[in-house]
């Protein structure tokens, strides 16, 4: 049986999160695993900024939007046990850079829940089924 080594797992602040949360920590305590958790912020308008910027979770931001996220991201990575390393806020469109860290990191299970802010009333969310198409590694998509 394969072992999982490095497992990411993808929020978006919905309000089943918790419960995706949850099935990718126990996942990564059963394969002994190390968690990485990313969100994307695809509503926040950074002009200048490129696509795919890591913004660093230690800074200040004078954008109060900005500074909600970082904060809600902060939080849910405490309760998760996530190391402050392990911890990725990244600008851009969802499925690509979630996709484009898992293969710069390593991953090989992607955890997402089936759907999220984007997908409410449908069987699997957009986001979810682009990762779930076009991700080189293995995809977890938690049912809610
Ligand atoms: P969706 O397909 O957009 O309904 O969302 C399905 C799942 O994809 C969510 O439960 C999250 O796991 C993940 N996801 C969606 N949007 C984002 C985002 N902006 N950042 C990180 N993960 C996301």
Known sequence: ?????????????????????????????????????????????????PYGTVIALDEDSPDDLLRTEKNKLIQISDQLNIAAARRWLIWGEPQQEIIRLAEQEHIDLIVVGSHGRHGLAVLMGSTAKEILYHAQCDVLAVHL
Not at 26 to 42: R, T
């Open 1 to 49: 049986m394969t072992h999982y080594q490095n497992i990411l797992l993808a929020v978006d602040f919905s309000d089943q999160g918790h419960y995706v949360g949850q099935k990718a920590k126990s996942l990564a305590q059963l394969f002994n695993a190390q968690l990485h958790i990313v969100h994307v912020l695809d509503n926040i308008p950074m002009p200048d900024t």
